[in-house]
C-alpha cells in the first residue's frame, strides 16, 4: 500500500485521487462485475447450462419433439438398460475409453520417454501433433478407402501372397478398426502433452541417477513417473471427457454403407443418443435419447471424481 | 534400443507425411485410375476434381458457411470470454472463484447431452437451420474452455502495469481496454485460433442443426458427399478434393502459428 502514495512523476492531482480511493483499483474493478463477466455468464447460463436441466427434465418424459410432453419418471432409464442396442453402444464408449485409452497413455509415454533426447524432436513433435488438427471424418473415410476391397492394404497384401484377405469393413471387424485408427489419430496429441511434463524434470534429477547408478527402469519408476504424475491426472480426464463425445468417426461409415446408419456393432453412445432422437426412420424418442445423453455425463461425472481421487497424491514441488 | 526408438519415431513421421501427401496426390486423379492404382501418381496436375468438388457438389458454399461461421463465433466467443477472464483472474473473492468453477464444469459435459434441448430451444425461436443459430450455439458452447484459458492466462500477466496505470488515475475498464489487451494479445489469438480450429471440425451440432443444402457447412456436406455416391457411383475424386478443401485451410494455419498451437493446448494442462 504504501508504495501506491509515493510520489511519481505524473501529474500532481492524480495521487491524491487514487490515494483516496484507497485500494481503490480493486474497488471500482468489482463494480465491473456486470458488464465485464454478465455477457458471457449470460450466453453460457441460456445456452448451455439451462439445456442441461432441460436434458435432465426431458429424460423423465415421453416425448417426440412434438405435442404432449408425458411424465414417465424413470422409465427411460429402465428400459434403457434393457436396451441390449444401448448396453452395445455403452459398451463401445467404455472400450473406446479404456482400451484405446490405455494403449494411447502406454504409447504417448514411450514416445515421450524416446523424443526427450532424440535429434530432430521438434519435427517429430510437430508432425504427429497434427491429426489433431483434422476432423475425424477424414481419417474415416481414408481409412475406408484404404481397407476396402480394391483398397491399399489388400493391393500390398496381394504380392505377399495373400489371396483371401480379411472382410476389413465387415460388421464385426468395423469396430476394432475404427479403434485402431483413433490411437493412430489421438497419440500425437498426448504425447506433445506428456512432453511437456516429460520436459520439465530437470536434468540433474537424471544426472543424479546416473551417479547413482540406477538403470532405466529404476529412473522411470523413482524419477519420472512421479514428477509426471500429475499430467497424466490431467491427461486421463482429458480423454475421459473427449471419449465419450466419439460420434462422427462413426457417423461417417454409416454415410458410406448407404442407409445413413452405421452397423450397430460400431455404435458408441452418442451415436445412440443422436439416432434414437433425429433418425427419421422411427418417431424421435426425445425422452430416451436425452435419457441416454445423461447417462453418458453420469458416467463422465463419475469417473473425473474418481480419477481425481486416484491420481491425487501429495504434489512434488521440483 | 534408442537407435531402434528413434527409428520407430521417424517411421511414424514418414507414414504420417506420406498419408497426407498421398491423400492430395489422389484428389489430382481421376476416379477409374485411383480405383485401377490406389498406389499410382497423377499424370498431371488438372484441378478437375477441384472444379468439380467446388462448383458440382456446391463444397464451395459450405467452405463459404464455414469460414464466415467459424470466424464469427471464433471473434465473439474471444471477445465475450476476455472480459469475464480478466474479471476472474484479477478479482479475489468467493463470488469470482465460484463463478470460475462454474464456468471450467462445463468442460467435463459432452455435448450429446444439450443436444436435443438446444435443438427444441432453437427450433422454437425459428433458428434451426440457420448459420445464426449455429453461431450462438458455438459462442455458448465455447464460453468453458476460453474461459478458463483465458483466465489462466491473465493470471500470468503481472500485476504491475495496471496498477501503475491506475496510479495515473486510469479507470479499471480503461486499464482493460488500453493497457491490459495490448499485452494480452498473444494469449486472445491463441484462444481465438483454438476455436477456429474446434469450429471448423465440429460435426455432431452442425448435422443436427442443418438440414438445408444452403446452410451446409464443410463436415455436413462431406457427410452428405459420402452419402450421395451411394447411390450416384464412386466419386473417389471429388471426394479425396473435398477432403482436401477440409484439411488443407488447417494445415495453413497450423504452419503459420504452430508453435502457439501446441503451447496452448498443451501448456497450463500440467498445471
Redo the contacts between chains.
Keep these: 500500500m504504501a508504495t501506491?502514495v509515493l510520489p511519481?512523476a505524473?501529474s500532481p492531482e492524480?495521487?491524491p485521487?487514487?490515494a483516496r480511493r484507497g485500494g481503490?483499483?480493486?474497488d471500482?474493478?468489482?463494480?465491473?462485475?456486470v458488464?465485464?463477466?454478465g455477457?458471457?455468464?449470460l450466453?453460457?447460463l441460456?445456452?448451455?447450462?439451462?439445456?442441461?436441466f432441460?436434458?435432465v427434465w426431458?429424460s423423465f418424459h415421453k416425448w417426440a419433439?412434438s405435442g404432449p410432453m408425458a411424465w414417465t419418471g424413470i422409465d427411460n432409464y429402465r428400459q434403457l438398460v434393457q436396451d441390449p442396442l444401448f448396453r452395445q453402444s455403452l459398451g463401445n464408449t467404455l472400450k473406446l475409453l479404456f482400451v484405446v485409452g490405455i494403449a494411447i497413455f502406454v504409447l504417448s509415454f514411450?514416445?515421450a520417454l524416446?523424443?526427450r533426447d532424440?535429434?530432430?524432436r521438434k519435427?517429430?513433435?510437430?508432425?504427429?501433433?497434427?491429426?489433431?488438427?483434422?476432423?475425424?471424418?477424414?481419417y474415416g473415410?481414408?481409412v475406408g478407402?484404404i481397407f476396402n476391397p480394391?483398397?491399399?492394404t489388400n493391393?500390398l497384401l496381394k504380392p505377399l501372397g495373400v489371396n483371401n484377405p480379411p472382410q476389413w469393413l465387415a460388421q464385426e471387424n468395423l469396430f476394432p478398426l475404427i479403434m485402431v485408427t483413433m490411437v493412430w489419430m489421438t497419440t500425437?496429441?498426448y504425447t506433445?502433452?506428456l512432453?511437456?511434463?516429460v520436459d520439465?524434470i530437470p536434468v540433474y534429477y537424471y544426472e543424479d541417477c546416473a551417479l547413482a547408478g540406477a538403470n532405466a527402469w529404476q529412473r522411470l519408476r523413482h524419477v519420472v513417473l512421479p514428477l509426471t504424475w500429475?499430467?497424466f491426472g490431467?491427461?486421463a480426464v482429458?480423454w475421459t471427457?473427449s471419449s465419450?463425445?466419439i460420434?462422427?468417426i462413426i457417423?461417417?461409415f454409416g454415410?458410406?454403407?448407404?442407409s445413413?446408419v452405421p452397423p450397430t456393432q460400431t455404435w458408441t453412445?452418442?451415436v445412440y443418443?443422436?439416432v434414437t432422437?433425429?433418425s427419421g426412420d422411427s418417431i424421435p424418442a426425445?425422452g430416451a435419447?436425452?435419457a441416454s445423453?445423461?447417462v453418458?455425463?453420469f458416467l463422465?461425472?463419475v469417473l473425473?471424481v474418481l480419477l481425481r481421487r486416484v491420481m491425487r497424491r501429495d504434489v512434488i514441488e521440483f | 534400443m534408442?537407435r531402434l526408438?528413434?527409428g520407430?519415431?521417424?517411421l511414424?513421421?514418414l507414414l504420417?507425411?506420406a498419408?497426407?501427401a498421398w491423400?492430395v496426390l489422389q484428389a489430382f486423379r481421376d476416379t477409374r485410375s485411383i480405383?485401377a492404382t490406389?498406389?499410382g501418381l497423377p499424370k498431371t496436375f488438372s484441378l478437375e476434381n477441384f472444379v468439380e468438388a467446388w462448383t458440382v457438389s456446391d463444397f464451395a458454399t459450405a467452405a463459404w458457411n464455414s469460414t464466415w461461421v467459424t470466424l464469427v463465433s471464433s471473434v465473439l466467443t474471444v471477445a465475450?470470454?476476455a472480459?469475464?477472464a480478466?474479471?476472474?483472474s484479477?478479482?479475489e473473492?468467493s463470488?469470482s472463484r465460484g463463478?470460475t468453477l462454474f464456468?471450467v464444469l462445463?468442460?467435463?459435459?459432452?455435448?450429446?447431452?444439450?443436444?436435443?434441448?438446444?435443438?427444441?430451444?432453437l427450433n422454437s425461436v425459428e433458428l434451426v437451420d440457420s448459420l445464426v443459430g449455429l453461431n450462438?450455439?458455438y459462442?455458448?458452447?465455447s464460453?468453458?474452455f476460453t474461459?478458463f484459458l483465458l483466465t489462466g492466462f491473465f493470471r500470468s500477466l503481472p500485476l504491475e502495469l495496471?496498477?501503475a496505470a491506475?496510479?495515473?488515475?486510469a479507470?479499471?475498464?480503461r486499464?482493460?481496454w488500453q493497457v491490459m489487451l495490448p499485452v494480452a494479445k498473444g494469449g486472445m489469438l491463441t484462444a481465438f485460433v483454438l476455436q477456429v480450429?474446434g469450429h471448423?471440425?465440429e460435426?455432431?451440432l452442425s448435422?443436427?442443426l442443418l438440414h438445408s443444402t444452403e446452410n451446409y457447412t464443410l463436415?455436413v456436406a462431406?457427410?452428405?458427399f459420402?452419402?450421395q455416391?451411394?447411390?450416384s457411383g464412386a466419386d473417389?475424386g471429388g471426394?479425396f478434393a473435398g477432403?482436401c478443401i477440409?484439411?488443407i485451410p488447417?494445415?495453413a494455419?497450423?504452419v503459420w502459428l504452430?508453435r502457439r498451437?501446441?503451447e496452448g493446448?498443451?501448456?497450463g494442462?500440467?498445471k
Design positions: 501506491r511519481r505524473s492524480t495521487r485521487k487514487s481503490s483499483l480493486a471500482q474493478r468489482r463494480r465491473l462485475l458488464p465485464f463477466v455477457p458471457a455468464l450466453l453460457y441460456v445456452l448451455f447450462v439451462i439445456p442441461i432441460g436434458a426431458i419433439g514411450a514416445m524416446i523424443l532424440m535429434a530432430g519435427i517429430v513433435r510437430s508432425v504427429i501433433f497434427f491429426p489433431h488438427l483434422v476432423n475425424a471424418l477424414v473415410i481414408l478407402f480394391d483398397g491399399l493391393s500425437g496429441y506433445t502433452i512432453m511437456a511434463g520439465r500429475d499430467v490431467v491427461c482429458l471427457i465419450v463425445k460420434f462422427e457417423w461417417i454415410a458410406s454403407n448407404g445413413g453412445a452418442a443418443t443422436y432422437a433425429f426425445y435419447a436425452t445423453a445423461v453418458s455425463l463422465v461425472t473425473v | 534408442r526408438g528413434a520407430l519415431m521417424w511414424i513421421v504420417n507425411v498419408f497426407l491423400m480405383l490406389p498406389w465475450v470470454a472480459p469475464a480478466y474479471y476472474l484479477r478479482q473473492s463470488l463463478l464456468f462445463g468442460l467435463g459435459v459432452p455435448v450429446q447431452v444439450i443436444l436435443i434441448p438446444l435443438f427444441v430451444m450462438l450455439v459462442i455458448g458452447l464460453m468453458p474461459v495496471e496498477e491506475a496510479l495515473d488515475g479507470s479499471p475498464a486499464v482493460f480450429i471448423w471440425n460435426t455432431l448435422v443436427t463436415p462431406l457427410i452428405s459420402v452419402q455416391q451411394t447411390y473417389w471426394l477432403l477440409i484439411v488447417m494445415l494455419v497450423y504452430g498451437l501446441t493446448l498443451t501448456l494442462m500440467g
